[in-house]
């Protein structure tokens, strides 16, 4: 007896191992996917470090302001002129509605101007209360272990916002509460590692021109062990209250 076509137990084995095939796959490309966007939103962040090392060198060793309002947008704008372009302003794997439209109780009406956000100890303006504002680049030692561009929350307070207040991430010894206050500002989880976690990856990009993606344990524990306070005032500022 000759037999045509396939029997209905051939085609649930087949189907059995399609199904099987399309599980392993899929996460394997869901992290492949992962790690292709991270690397793109890592070279948006260092393009924008070249150009503020640009801009250093062009304007008499400047650092970039925090909050421009003078500028269209913010310091991203001001970097234009300096090799940064447009497309590098959003990383690849922001999901912020506040490109498209207006952030809550701007007037005139304002959109997210970017997906990266500066440090504010290391901006002449928005430093910390009783910090001294850094306004050169010569005036932070060790500047390749301080970070400058972090990436910036999509919702809540900060999305609007263009750069960070690293004041903020610590308000008691409870690692718990750091990480919060901390996803309040950082989008933990964007580029790997669990959600608001502190192994969640990020990128940034450090003061002599570098970027690197890291962990959040890798640049920030406390008020005293971080890359974000330049070295000169952890020893003014311990852990006092
Ligand atoms: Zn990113
Ligand atoms: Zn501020």
């Known amino acids: 007896m000759s037999r045509k076509g396939f029997t209905l137990i051939e085609l649930l084995v087949v189907i059995g191992i399609i199904a099987v095939l399309v599980a ?4 394997a490309l869901s992290a492949a996917r992962m790690v292709s966007v991270r690397a793109q939103c890592l070279s948006n962040i260092r393009q924008l470090q070249t150009a503020q090392v640009a801009y250093a060198t062009d304007q008499d060793d400047l650092i970039l302001a925090a909050g421009d309002g003078s500028v269209v947008g913010s310091w991203i704008g001001v970097l234009e002129p300096y090799g940064a372009r447009p497309e590098v302003r959003r990383c690849p794997a922001d999901r912020s509605p506040f490109f498209e439209q207006p952030f809550p109780g701007t007037d005139p009406e304002k959109l997210r101007a970017t997906s990266y956000a500066i440090n ?3 901006s002449p303006t928005h430093a910390p209360f009783g910090i001294q504002p850094i306004v050169k680049l010569s005036e932070v030692s060790q500047s390749s272990t301080v970070i400058h561009m972090g990436e910036l929350a999509e919702t809540g307070s900060y999305a609007g916002s263009d750069h960070l207040h ?3 991430f610590y308000l008691t010894i409870a690692p718990q509460i750091t990480i919060s206050l901390i996803n309040q500002q950082m989008p933990l989880g964007r580029h790997g590692g669990q959600e608001m976690s502190w192994d969640a990856k990020l990128n940034f990009s450090f003061l002599d021109g570098h970027a690197e993606s890291l ?9 005293t062990t971080n890359l974000f306070v330049p070295p ?3 020893k003014q500022s311990d852990l006092e209250e």
């Not at 392993?24 to 996460?27: G, K, Q, S, Y």
């Not at 962990?215 to 008020?223: A, E």
């Open 24 to 27: 392993v796959l899929l996460p």
């Open 120 to 122: 504010n100890y290391v």
């Open 166 to 168: 690293v004041q903020n």
């Open 215 to 223: 962990k959040i344990r890798q640049v920030y524990t406390d008020p």
């Open 232 to 234: 000169q005032f952890i």
